[in-house]
Each structure stands twice: as structure tokens, then as C-alpha cells.
């Protein structure tokens, strides 16, 4: 990370914590200068930087100022409360139901699961497509079915490497997106019946799976900013027989929390201690918005114990399919279930996202897409503000691209669902989030799609649905 | 099908059967047109058809002669002995193993699974692939990954119809590999303990698959020509609570079998009155020898019992990962659990293939291959017994790329495969196809490839290692 970024992050930190409220006029370049001794041209590059993040904005002849959406309008909501300590899941019914009534790709796409496609570099990727696939030769293409194309392989290799993760390469098994490895990793370490650790709010498919493996779920609250609830986890891996957990540790879906390194390196040592393996779900790894990645829990295993799981689907190539794990000491297992399953991904997109990533501009693109995010992030932020009742709370996420919104308790966000959609928008109900149901007056909007007045419009018309409850 | 295809069918019956003898001539055009009552043309064209699949050869001023080697040289296997009603399957392990010893991409590919590439039109599909994925929109690179590309799900439902079935275009779900399919249909109708009817010998990747998911084998023995023995299936469905039957109807891996047309519609009826799915894995149906394809059991399919899995991987496209399953009654529940454990194969790869079917020239690309593969079968025939014991027995099936060998009983085809891979020359042991190990002294021996000098030798070396035990 350069000086400027570092720089850039401290003044974003300030701004988030409200120490530099919205509409004050940030430090001139001078003065920012003298006083964290950095060079006018650090700061003046931080400023940059912080323009196109949409923290602070220019006014002509006067500096900078932050930015009225900068300001955290609408209250964090609680951490979850205590819950059973065991459950069935039972709701892969209402999970498909809603997702079949976002699928029209004419409503305002507030509950879709995916960034806008024009965020993604589609056309550089395609010419890296038709290129490898002309150049590549005959056997290649049957070939390496086994763990993956081997260029894929080094290449996401490296890239753990320059974050810091030293990988052992036969640890890498690639997958057909991170959802067959998750399905994978949890095949291998679970039998019908056992116990799973998962978080509350869980992302649906987490629930969708265990249903369908006829796996318990043990439910941990996630707190909206700093994620998994160690000591419910200590007490949970305490009293009962977990056979694995299964978390994002990172901008988990659906409240955007991150733990802090240092909890991730307690939830490693805890699990360790239990010898409880973790299933680590890093989709939104990419999008963090500060400069400094993220490190995942797997950056402190060193016992094999985590199987990391990454994809390309959300920040590069949805439709593409590709995925990976990082399987620790269950890396052969994981790859045996493949080849049983579905052999292999398609060879071509492994084979065009291997050549992306190595001439394609791979890290620009993700600069890019992580400023857009977080500038679309702050458009929805201001216009709840303005649209939704003030006692709506929602979360304040360092990545990605999902809010969660707590409304009022009257509100039902089911029959939420049903009204926006008759009005052309949509979003993800509360209730699909969780094994039991919860959440009935809690929401998951996307904003990965690019702010405009269709959206404005729809934030005031979903405000006044809300208001009518 | 033309006159001089059904013609050309006909003298090929006769050549196999052995009424027109190896070294023999075939009519004359004049005398063939005046007996069969054909036109000189229609003998002609059927003419040049068999010399392309390697039947006959023209002699300067003498006519067409029968080629050698299209004689049973080897005579054919006898049909496996009755086995123990139902059986655990315990051979994964073993597959595991034999497989990873065929890896390496310098032995004569006798045990591969695959076909030379070189076979295929990979630099066509390639062009579809450029094209496809430069003029894709965005949004359809995330959408429609519920059943499907829609067009390749058109052009899929277009050859079930333009082959005799009529196909409702929502029993269609795209997967990723016939192997995905496969596996959903056997969850989406088993518990863990049930019974699975499956064939003896039967793919490897079946009996992979039970052991995996728990399921009892019934065994049904397969007659090398004849396909399914139904007289046991139809004892064993009156006697066991079967589940689902897992049968391969044409072209049998290994055997090569393929049911006749009457057998299949009794099949149906045998389980439509058992009220048993079938899961019809079809994936060598385009590489029949004849000139009419045959048809499925799901063409009797009039009450959903059967899923019928197809894929591109044997026929265009090996490692682009593109199968399918027309589901019949269990179609949304086979839908519902891909979107749960994969969501959609690689979006380009099934545009690629549809971009193909519609342009590429597929049925000319098919009947290419079928004449390659055929004349390849005459070679392998012939050089097996010109090297291997007479006491060999082989099939001699009416397509696909593989030939099963009964060496003498002293013969052990673990053994050999350890002594062949020591001479460069890979196969795939008898042991593999079974759930409980038998089938000690066959081999299934890949002619894929083009013939040459190489392949020649290894036979010669493989007919000595044989002799040796």
C-alpha cells in the first residue's frame, strides 16, 4: 500500500466515525500536510483518491468537503439476540419461491445477488476467451480435469501470495464457483444429521444446503459491523458435538461485517483447540473498500484446518462459473468428491480467466469496481435517509454490495416483497436469511447496480411502502 | 435417413453377420441394383459410404471387395453370470487408483475415457466461442442460470424432435457434464440405504456414485449385444424394492451393447408398471455405426419415469462441461437441486455449443467422426487378432470408441495394466466396472485414436504381455 493510500484510509476512518462530519470542509493540503508530516503531494493524491471513492467532494475556489451521504443517517442495527442452540432448517421452500419472483429483469434489481454487469470488464475477458480458446491445443482441453487448469491454479496461487497467504499449490482445487466447493467442503466433513455452526443472518443458500444434506444448524449471531459472536461460538463448541463451521469472515452476506484480524486469529485458535474444521466463504474477498485487503481466517492455518473458498462470479466473471478451494488438510478428499460429481469446470473460462489475470488488468478493474461500489453505497445510504422512517436502522458496510435494512417492527417484509415487486422493484426479504425464519422486518437491497433516478424513485416508493405498514 | 444410407445399412448387416465373408466381393453395381431394385446411383453412393466406415475396399478393375477385418476374427463374449441379489459397492478406492496411473499424457491412451481431440471440430466451436462471448449482453451473462441457455436448450429439445421424441422444453436442465446430471437424478429419487439397479459390468463412475451416496448395487448382467437382461431386472424389480434403475440402453460403457427397439419399449413398460425411475445415461448417442440412430427408452416415455442424460463431451466438446437431462416427472426437483449445489454450468461454454449447433455443421462434423470411429474398431479388431491368444474373446459393438477383451482366465488385468503402463501402453482393468471386483481377466481398450504404426506395436506388445501369464 502506498503512502497516499494509507493516508487516504486514515482520513476515511475519521469520516466514517463522524469525527469529520458531513458538509465540513476536510484540512487544506497545506495544513494536512504539517500536521501528519506527509508531502502536499501525498495528500493532494489522497484527496484524489477520496473523491472517487465518494467520501469528499470539491467546491470551486473553497477545498474539500465530505459529503452530505458520508454521514451514517440511519442507526447500525443490534447484534442479533440468543437463539436455540440447535435447528432444523426449514426454509428451502421460501428461499425458491422469492427467488423465482426476482427473476424478471425488468424491476429495479434491489434484490438481486449480483454487482451490474457493466461493472465487469466483459469485453477484455471475452478477448482473453477467444484467444486461448483458438491457441489452445487439442489434448489441453481434456486434459487437467483434475484439479484445474494449471495457469488458473499458479495465478490464484499468486494472488494469495502477494496478499500474504503463502499457499501450497496442491491445496488448490478448482470448482465449478465457490458454490459447488462449499457443497464440497461440506460433503466431506459432515454426515446427515451432524451439527453445523452457521451464522444468523446466514446467506440463503448456506441454508438451502444444509437443509438438503439434512445437517442441523447451529446458529451464531453476527454483530453488523464486527461479525461472528465469539463467545456464543466458544460456549456452542463447548456443549455441543459441532462437525464444522461455515462462515464469511469478511463482508458477510447479507450485513457486510468484517472481523478484526485479531478475532480471526482468536476463531482460528478456538477452532483448533476443538479441532473443528471451518468452511470460509470469501466470495466478497475483492471488494473491500479501504486499500488494505482483508486477511481471511485461513491466513492463520496453519494446521489445515480451514478450507477457503474464492470465486471469480462477483468480481470478475459471473456466468463463468469459476471457483476454487483451498481445501487444507481436506484438499484430496475435496477433489476426489469433484471428479465424482462434476469432473471438472468448463476448461475455456478457466483458460480465458487464467489469461485475464495475467495480461487482462485484473487489479485495475477491481480499483475500479471497488470505487464504484463504494460511491453507489453512499447514494443508497443518503437516499434512506431521506426516503425510509427515521427509526429504520441499517448496516454500514466496508465492501460489497448488499445493506440490510431493520425496519420498524410492523413491517413485514414478505408482504413488502409483494407490494415493491407490483410497483417493478425488488429486494431480498429478512426471512430467507435465517433457518427459522427470523427477520421478518429486515431487508437486503443491492446497490452494485449504477445510481440513477430510477433508483432515487425507487428508494421513495419502497419508503412509502414502508411508511404504509 | 436416404435410400442409399438404409441401403448401405443393409450390406454393412450382412457383412457383420457374416453372410458376405471377409476377402469376398461384393455385388456388382448392376447386379445389386437389378436384385435389391435400386438405382444404380443409390448403390454407388452406398458404395463409397461403406469404403468411408471401412467395410469394404475398391480393387483397381475388380469392384469392392469385404475388408479382412471386418470379419469376427475374435469370437464374442458370453453374458456375465447371474450375481448375488444386492451388493455394497466397495471399488472406488481401486478406480482412484487406476485412474490417476492413466494420467500420463505419453502412453498409448488405450484406457483413456476419451476420443482424440483431434477428432473434434475444436477450431469451429472456437470461432463460436469468440464470437458468442464478444456480442454476449451483460445481463445474460448472469441471468438465465436456472435451467439454461435458452438458445442451446432450442437447439437440444430441436434433435430430441428431429430424432422422433418429442421433448416439452421445460423437462430440460443444462449441467455440467452428463456426470452432474447423473448425480442429480440418483439424489433427487434415493435415500441413503436404498437399492440401485445398475449394470454388470457397468461404468466405473456408477458404482463410484452408489458407494458415495450410501445405495445398495442390484447387479443386472449385460449381454455383450443384447444390452439389459430383462428376464433378471424384471425378477429382481418383483422381488427387491428397487428405486432406480441406472442403465446406459445404447452403447453400453463397456460392453458396447445396445438394447433393440422392442426390448427398450418392454423396459419401459416393466417400469412404468413397477412405478421405478430410470436414469438413461445416453451419452454415446450420436456415435452410432448405422445410419439410423438409435432411439432411447425415453422415446416410450410417456409418464415422466425416465431422465434421459445426454452431453457434448464425447461427441464436440470434452472439457467445455456441457450436459443435460430431459427429466421427465422429477425435472424441477433436478432443477432445484443444481441451483443449489453448482446454480449453472460456465454460461459461455453453452452459448459456444449453441452458437455451433445452429451454425457449425454438427451432422456433418457427427458423420465424420462415426466413419473415423468405425474404421478404427476394424483396425483394432483386426490387429487384436492378429496379436492377441485365440481363445480371446471381444465385442463388437455397433459404435462408440470402445472394444471389451475376455483374455483366458489365468490372465490378471491388474497385473496387465501394471506391465503395459511399464511398456507405455495404458487400459482400463475389468476390476473397475464392477461393484465388487470381478471381471479379473477383461479390459476395455480405447480405439479412439487414430490407427497408426504406434498403436499397432502396442497391441503386439500387449498380445506378449498376455501370452506371458
Given at each position: 500500500?502506498k503512502?497516499?493510500?494509507?493516508?487516504?484510509?486514515?482520513?476515511?476512518?475519521?469520516?466514517?466515525?463522524?469525527?469529520?462530519?458531513p458538509?465540513?470542509?476536510?484540512?487544506?493540503?497545506?495544513?494536512?500536510?504539517?500536521?501528519?508530516?506527509?508531502?502536499?503531494?501525498?495528500?493532494?493524491?489522497?484527496?484524489?483518491l477520496?473523491?472517487?471513492?465518494?467520501?469528499?467532494?470539491a467546491?470551486?475556489?473553497?477545498?474539500?468537503?465530505?459529503?452530505?451521504?458520508?454521514?451514517?443517517?440511519?442507526?447500525?442495527?443490534?447484534?442479533s439476540?440468543?437463539l436455540?442452540?440447535?435447528?432444523?432448517?426449514?426454509?428451502?421452500?421460501?428461499?425458491?419461491s422469492?427467488?423465482?419472483?426476482?427473476?424478471?429483469?425488468d424491476t429495479?434489481?434491489f434484490?438481486s445477488?449480483?454487482?451490474?454487469?457493466?461493472?465487469?470488464?466483459?469485453?477484455?475477458?471475452?478477448?482473453?476467451?477467444?484467444?486461448?480458446?483458438?491457441?489452445?491445443?487439442?489434448?489441453?482441453v481434456?486434459?487437467?480435469?483434475?484439479?484445474?487448469?494449471?495457469?488458473?491454479?499458479?495465478?490464484?496461487?499468486?494472488?494469495?501470495?502477494?496478499?500474504?497467504?503463502?499457499l501450497?499449490?496442491?491445496?488448490?482445487?478448482?470448482?465449478?464457483?465457490?458454490?459447488?466447493?462449499?457443497?464440497?467442503?461440506l460433503?466431506?466433513?459432515?454426515?446427515?444429521?451432524?451439527?453445523?455452526?452457521?451464522?444468523?443472518?446466514?446467506?440463503?443458500?448456506?441454508?438451502?444446503?444444509?437443509?438438503?444434506?439434512?445437517?442441523?444448524?447451529?446458529?451464531?449471531?453476527?454483530?453488523?459491523?464486527?461479525?461472528?459472536?465469539?463467545?456464543?461460538?466458544?460456549?456452542?463448541?463447548?456443549?455441543?458435538?459441532?462437525?464444522?463451521?461455515?462462515?464469511?469472515?469478511?463482508?458477510?452476506?447479507?450485513?457486510?461485517?468484517?472481523?478484526?484480524?485479531?478475532?480471526?486469529?482468536?476463531?482460528?485458535?478456538?477452532l483448533?483447540?476443538?479441532?473443528?474444521?471451518?468452511?470460509?466463504?470469501?466470495?466478497?474477498?475483492?471488494?473491500?473498500?479501504?486499500?488494505?485487503?482483508?486477511?481471511?481466517?485461513?491466513?492463520h492455518d496453519?494446521d489445515?484446518?480451514v478450507?477457503?473458498?474464492?470465486?471469480?462470479?462477483?468480481?470478475?466473471?459471473?456466468?463463468?462459473?469459476?471457483?476454487?478451494v483451498?481445501?487444507?488438510?481436506?484438499?484430496?478428499?475435496?477433489?476426489?468428491?469433484?471428479?465424482?460429481?462434476?469432473?471438472?469446470?468448463?476448461?475455456?473460462?478457466q483458460?480465458?480467466?487464467a489469461?485475464y489475470?495475467?495480461?487482462?488488468?485484473?487489479?485495475?478493474h477491481?480499483?475500479?469496481?471497488?470505487?464504484?461500489?463504494?460511491?453507489?453505497?453512499?447514494e443508497?445510504l443518503a437516499?434512506a435517509?431521506?426516503?425510509?422512517?427515521?427509526?429504520?436502522r441499517?448496516?454500514?458496510?466496508?465492501?460489497g454490495?448488499?445493506?440490510?435494512?431493520?425496519?420498524?417492527e410492523?413491517?413485514?417484509?414478505?408482504?413488502?416483497?409483494?407490494?415493491?415487486?407490483?410497483?417493478?422493484?425488488s429486494?431480498?426479504?429478512?426471512?430467507?436469511?435465517?433457518?427459522?425464519?427470523?427477520f421478518?422486518?429486515?431487508?437486503r437491497?443491492?446497490?452494485?447496480?449504477?445510481?440513477?433516478?430510477?433508483?432515487?424513485?425507487?428508494?421513495?416508493?419502497?419508503?412509502?411502502?414502508v411508511?404504509?405498514?
Amino acid at each position: 500500500m502506498k503512502r497516499y493510500e494509507k493516508f487516504a484510509d486514515e482520513i476515511a476512518e475519521l469520516i466514517r466515525s463522524g469525527v469529520l462530519a458531513p458538509g465540513e470542509k476536510v484540512p487544506s493540503v497545506r495544513h494536512a500536510s504539517r500536521t501528519y508530516g506527509v508531502s502536499p503531494s501525498t495528500v493532494f493524491q489522497a484527496y484524489y483518491l477520496l473523491e472517487d471513492r465518494g467520501l469528499i467532494q470539491a467546491r470551486p475556489r473553497s477545498g474539500y468537503f465530505v459529503r452530505e451521504h458520508a454521514r451514517r443517517l440511519l442507526p447500525e442495527p443490534e447484534i442479533s439476540p440468543r437463539l436455540s442452540e440447535t435447528t432444523d432448517v426449514d426454509v428451502s421452500e421460501l428461499v425458491f419461491s422469492v427467488l423465482a419472483s426476482l427473476r424478471d429483469p425488468d424491476t429495479v434489481p434491489f434484490g438481486s445477488a449480483f454487482p451490474s454487469p457493466d461493472l465487469f470488464p466483459l469485453q477484455r475477458l471475452a478477448r482473453s476467451m477467444a484467444q486461448t480458446v483458438r491457441e489452445m491445443p487439442g489434448r489441453e482441453v481434456i486434459a487437467e480435469m483434475t484439479t484445474g487448469h494449471p495457469d488458473l491454479r499458479r495465478q490464484i496461487a499468486l494472488r494469495y501470495m502477494v496478499s500474504g497467504v503463502m499457499l501450497p499449490l496442491d491445496e488448490l482445487v478448482i470448482t465449478t464457483g465457490a458454490m459447488e466447493a462449499l457443497n464440497l467442503c461440506l460433503q466431506v466433513v459432515t454426515q446427515p444429521g451432524d451439527l453445523v455452526a452457521i451464522e444468523a443472518p446466514a446467506f440463503y443458500a448456506t441454508l438451502q444446503v444444509l437443509e438438503r444434506l439434512k445437517l442441523k444448524a447451529v446458529e451464531i449471531p453476527v454483530h453488523p459491523r464486527d461479525g461472528i459472536d465469539l463467545g456464543t461460538l466458544e460456549s456452542r463448541l463447548g456443549s455441543l458435538p459441532i462437525k464444522a463451521c461455515w462462515f464469511m469472515s469478511s463482508l458477510q452476506n447479507p450485513l457486510g461485517a468484517s472481523m478484526c484480524e485479531a478475532n480471526k486469529e482468536k476463531l482460528y485458535a478456538l477452532l483448533q483447540r476443538h479441532q473443528v474444521p471451518l468452511i470460509e466463504d470469501d466470495v466478497y474477498a475483492e471488494l473491500y473498500f479501504n486499500q488494505e485487503p482483508p486477511k481471511p481466517v485461513k491466513s492463520h492455518d496453519h494446521d489445515g484446518w480451514v478450507m477457503h473458498c474464492g470465486s471469480f462470479s462477483k468480481s470478475l466473471a459471473p456466468g463463468y462459473r469459476i471457483g476454487w478451494v483451498a481445501g487444507g488438510r481436506y484438499a484430496e478428499q475435496i477433489s476426489r468428491l469433484k471428479l465424482m460429481t462434476t469432473i471438472s469446470p468448463s476448461v475455456p473460462a478457466q483458460a480465458a480467466i487464467a489469461d485475464y489475470l495475467q495480461h487482462g488488468g485484473y487489479d485495475r478493474h477491481l480499483r475500479k469496481l471497488r470505487h464504484a461500489l463504494e460511491r453507489q453505497q453512499g447514494e443508497m445510504l443518503a437516499s434512506a435517509a431521506r426516503h425510509f422512517p427515521a427509526s429504520t436502522r441499517v448496516t454500514r458496510p466496508s465492501g460489497g454490495y448488499f445493506l440490510w435494512f431493520e425496519f420498524p417492527e410492523r413491517v413485514d417484509s414478505l408482504q413488502l416483497l409483494q407490494l415493491a415487486l407490483a410497483q417493478g422493484i425488488s429486494l431480498a426479504p429478512g426471512p430467507i436469511f435465517s433457518a427459522t425464519r427470523r427477520f421478518r422486518n429486515c431487508a437486503r437491497l443491492n446497490y452494485g447496480h449504477p445510481w440513477d433516478k430510477r433508483s432515487e424513485n425507487a428508494m421513495e416508493l419502497l419508503g412509502r411502502i414502508v411508511k404504509s405498514f
